[in-house]
């Protein structure tokens, strides 16, 4: 038989920008403009995804939307695409895939306002148009509505500084550059995420796990040169199409019929024998490990050489009792030995983040984990008005140290500077674009979505008009840009609803992947949260770790309540039997620390690949897929433990808890079927650069698009589009919402001027070219 001639490398041309193009685009705009032979160049169009090759002709950073306008009016002078990043979240690459870059990093201004008190039956905040522009002075500035605990201490990090882009890949320990304008603290900072939980830390680069017999150690991606873009999979258009018109799809991979699985096949598994029971696995050896005694739920175990502590105490034991408030409850928690006195949130003291106090010095992070007397809040809800190149992390950090007036959990009295407030957005790490894309995660089920939250968006359309948009005011093009905006300009500016959150009763509760008791453990799990109230978030994580490092079951929960209530789920859960769980630390701690957690497993993973050196090249290679699922039957667990056994290293598979409050809105362009949806799930993929190893793609493709096609619902939150996307994929996010978004498309965006994103028609409203929107993987 003959054999295919190989690929030619892909060849990667050498775009000019010519002098007079770059004079004209510099005097256009007051933010600086950089062409690829400028060093700084490389480092702003550096994406998540480290594979990744720009061939843009010149980077803008701009200062405010004026400048934003400028530019979107010099590309269509000129018929050059403009392509938009706003830091992280840029899997797929649309951010560096135009002629132009707009980094819009320097767009990072930031306030929080408390409700206005004499709204009436109005609105109750101050509009963006009545607020200064970046830089600006006077008119009303929210900031005027707003009381602070403390001011920003002088050797705080600076939030309206230019941020360069920062490497995903970097040893967490180890030596980074000094930014000219931010520092090498700060870097090192937003690069870690061990204030999620220290024991968890301690765990992820800890020593390896004994040996077992029967597993076999998972092995990596093989190492195999890439020399082009993969070609589209000829299977790949059938099994999508699936997704949209829920076809069944045969994916001999799996070695299964394919059969319908029906969504009530949902069985209710053992529960274990009672709280706390465990059972020790045998190692090589042959010789028994036995737990130490502890109580499951108030202390943690662990693996022989993994330092641990107690996390949390009994209420009588606790070093600060928390106040019973109605709303939040009452529990305690301690730090980890050696972090020292640090500040509390909730208590009516400093506690900046970034301040002079030791978030930079030894220990610093333990600060995020401190205990707290949470406040109660006295306004339901407040403002947070942000540019489009500040990051999730930073949003969160600023509104951690801005905190509002609340009740004390200390005084009793009302006080200012009590209650930090959080807007509802995914986890660490991802940037702007999530109010515009969705925005899925911890506080999602109460609250709603990112898109759901939002008020106001200062908005670039493709005319180049400089718009406010809001429910009043061109309600047509509201509906759109929420679920789709970057299709129909680029936000320079928003304004979002955000909640208090004093307090959460959440953690993670680890154990190791064994193929024989994972679909116990998953059904254990899904059972456990069944009928859940939209106060608990859940999601359950299979991730495969380094071959000597084993690969673990993570379940993660976060409870916006009181810790008696959180309580009785994690109770549940962990009465599970079936293995020895090597970890569990939830207690109560703040939103900010919850939020690097997701962040931390994966992250943390690598970086423990990273110290036994086979991850040598800096930067890593992502791949996504995701879906949303009606139920989760027993077969398709059954089907996913058996298909995530032989992933290579770097596989995350996940399973989170969705519906809730997220059902409740129906004023944007995703449809009801979609927020209806009982579960997101996502295979989030990463491995070494310079791998060309086709498991990393298609064991995600063939998982989402076979086991899970079967019972999903169209395509997945517009957030979780990812690289190699085909257009049904990303038709079927809007359901039968897309003949009336595409209508508008062509509207607000006749000539498909913004064109490097998700979406995937072309300006006559045909599909585009396989990956004509997305920079190439040399």
Known sequence: MAQSPPAAPLAMPTLSFPDELFEELSSAVRGPVFRRSDAEFATRSQ????????????????????????????????????????????????????????????????????????????????GLRDMPGPGEKGKGRAGGHLKLASKPSPDAVKLDEPRPAEPIASQPDGPSPASPTTGGKRRRFMRSYDAASHVVASFLRGPPLPAEV????????????????????????????????????????LGEDGRQISSDSMQSSSAGSGLGSSVARTASSGAATTPPTVSPVDSVSAPSGVSVWNAPPSSASGLFPMSAGPSWGSGSGILPPGFGSLPLFGLGVSSSPFGSSPLFGPGALGALNAPMAPGRPVHAHAYVTFGAGMRQRELDLYTAEHLLEGISGVTGAREPGVVPYHIPSSAHPVGSSIMLLAGFGFMSRLYGLSIDNLVEVEMVLADGRIVVLNKDDDPDLWWALRGAGPAFGIATRYKARAFPVPVVFAGNLIYRFHRATAPSLLKHFRDCIKGAPRELYANVLLTAGPADKDSLIVIQMCYLGSREQGMAFLQAVSSWDGERCLLNEVHEKSYLNQQDSVAQILRGKVWRWLTIGWCGAAGRQWFMRSALITSLPDDVINKTVIQFANTPIGCTWIFELSGGAIADFEDTCLPKEQREAIWTVAALHQWEMGIDDPRCIK????????????????????????????????????????????????????????????????????????????????
């Open 47 to 126: 994406t998540f995804n480290g594979k990744l090759k720009s061939l843009s002709r010149a980077l803008v950073s701009p200062l405010d939307a004026q400048d934003v306008s400028a530019v979107v009016k010099f590309c269509a002078k000129h018929k050059l695409s403009p392509s938009v990043k706003s830091g992280a979240y840029g899997i797929a690459g649309w951010a560096v895939a135009g002629d132009i870059i707009l980094d819009l990093g320097m767009l990072r201004e930031v306030d929080i306002e408390l409700p206005l008190a004499d709204a009436g039956e109005g609105k109750d905040y101050t």
């Open 214 to 253: 029967g597993e076999q150690p998972r092995q990596p991606p093989a190492h195999r040169r890439r020399l082009h873009s993969p070609e589209p999979d000829a299977d790949a258009d059938t099994r999508e199409l699936a997704l949209d018109t829920g076809a069944q799809v045969q994916v001999p991979a």
């Open 699 to 778: 064991s995600a493709e063939e998982w989402i698009y076979g086991t899970i096609g079967t019972v999903s619902i169209g395509g997945p939150f517009p957030t979780f589009l990812g690289r190699h996307e085909h257009p049904t994929r990303t038709m079927a996010c809007f359901g039968k919402h897309w003949a009336r978004l595409a209508e508008l498309k062509r509207k607000y965006d006749p000539n498909c001027l913004f064109k490097n994103n998700f979406w995937p028609l072309d300006k006559d409203g045909q599909p585009i070219e396989f990956l004509a929107n997305e920079p190439p993987s040399p």
